[in-house]
């Protein structure tokens, strides 16, 4: 009897150091989570006859340290939480590891080529459907302008001219001019020249150029000031201006004066913005703080495509392992609870940084020694035993 009781104890440290072994091993690997090896007695009726483990304990809970990649596209969860992930059969599983690319097909991926899941792209402030997240990896499509952001002081000191004086070849007959950038359905740029001349001491006249064309007097617009310098809400909308250009629609667009001024001192704009953009072609993506997929193109646009989910769980323990480093939901773990990063229980994103592994060194070569001093005492039962015996044999 005791020879069998040694026996299943040298077996169930065998499984305790097959356990200590994968945790140091693993003691590099981007989001491991450590586990337990749990004996448990075995009993014939209500004789003792054994020991066995009973139990694998994951330490799912305890977070690695943050390592810095730099990557635009690695992150790390702050807290409680998994990225999700679907493979091509259907099935779901859970990582804390935040390695993420995009592959040949455009759709954002995982370190095993599995497609992560996340939210559609924000339309009308309603987030988009849980789903594989697609980036356009290829060439977006001109925008034409429809207003053009522009805001700055208009000097209080300039003198006042007679706006019927004004000569757009001739600098002195206007305070100032600025050009601005507008774009056609095509994508062409088009160049707009505002000639802004101070006519009394609370208006400035503005004549639009269009294409380094003569102003037409029917474009005049009067920006008004109140006695603050501050332009008068209702004189914040230009007029319309159209240009036309071949194979293109009309371009028909105006200004936005709002945030103007009319103080003392130097004359600036501290804003000079067009809505429209050119073509443009894919040129990478990378993931915000807020878990947003932003793809950025060659017109230095950039549009965030989706955003990544983050799962928690009732009982995040009892999750099923099918890696190292990925689980699978089951009964005992409970449904997933999805969100976006930092809302309800997810945690926030680290970007650029993965989670490192939770394993402790130190405890599982103690550990380590341990189960070589049990493997040690479990061996001498047995050499005892088997001297027993043969000494019994000879007896006999």
């Known amino acids: ?79 409680r939480g998994f990225f999700t992930s679907r493979d091509d059969q259907g099935v779901v599983s859970y990582s804390r590891v935040g390695i993420f690319n995009t ?33 356009p990896t290829g060439q977006i499509p001109a925008v034409a302008t429809t207003r053009v952001a522009y805001a700055g002081n208009m000097s209080n000191e300039w003198p006042t001219k007679d706006a019927a004086d ?9 305070s100032m001019v600025k050009q601005s950038v507008v774009y056609d359905s095509l994508g062409t740029q088009h160049t707009v020249s505002q000639y802004f001349i101070k006519t009394d001491d609370q208006t400035v006249t503005v004549r639009y150029s269009l294409n380094g064309a003569a102003p037409a007097a029917a474009a005049a617009f009067d920006i008004d000031f109140d006695l603050n310098g501050r332009v008068v809400e209702t ?29 003392g001192g130097a004359a600036t704009n501290t804003a000079n913005r067009p809505n429209g953009y050119a073509s443009g072609t894919f040129v990478g993506v990378e993931m915000a703080e807020n878990g947003s997929i932003v793809a950025k193109y060659s017109n230095e646009q950039q549009q965030v495509v989706g955003t990544v989910a983050i799962a928690t769980f009732p009982d995040e323990g009892s999750l099923a392992p099918v890696s190292d480093t990925s689980w699978v939901a089951n009964a ?32 599982e070569l103690v550990g380590l020694m341990t189960s ?25």
């Not at 004189?235 to 009309?250: S, V």
């Open 372 to 396: 070589q001093r049990n493997y040690q005492a479990n061996s001498k039962v047995i050499t005892a035993e088997n001297q027993m015996m043969q000494s019994l044999m000879q007896a006999l």
């Open 103 to 135: 592959n040949a097909d455009g759709y954002l991926v995982d370190a095993t080529g599995k497609r992560v899941q996340g939210y559609g792209p924000t339309v009308n402030g309603v987030m988009g459907a849980m789903g594989d997240i697609e980036v």
């Open 235 to 263: 004189q914040t909308a230009g007029p319309n201006l159209t240009i036309t250009a071949p194979g293109a629609e009309d371009l028909v667009f105006n200004f936005d004066y709002a945030g103007t001024t009319k103080l």
């Open 1 to 79: 009897m005791s020879f069998n009781i040694a026996l299943s104890g040298i077996q169930a440290i065998n499984e305790q150091l097959n356990t200590l072994s994968n945790n140091i091993a693993n003691a590099g690997t981007y989001g491991f989570k450590s586990s337990r090896a749990n004996f448990s007695s075995v009993y014939a009726g209500d004789m003792a006859n054994g020991v066995q483990v009973g139990s694998l304990t994951q330490d799912i809970n305890k977070n690695g340290s943050l390592q810095t990649t730099g990557r635009g596209l690695d992150a790390a969860i702050l807290g």
């Open 332 to 363: 005992n773990s409970g449904a997933p609870l999805y969100s976006t990063p930092g809302v309800g229980l997810a945690g926030k994103l680290s970007k650029g940084t993965l989670e490192g592994s939770n394993v402790d060194i130190t405890s």
């Open 166 to 174: 004004f000569d757009f070849e001739d600098s002195s007959t206007y």
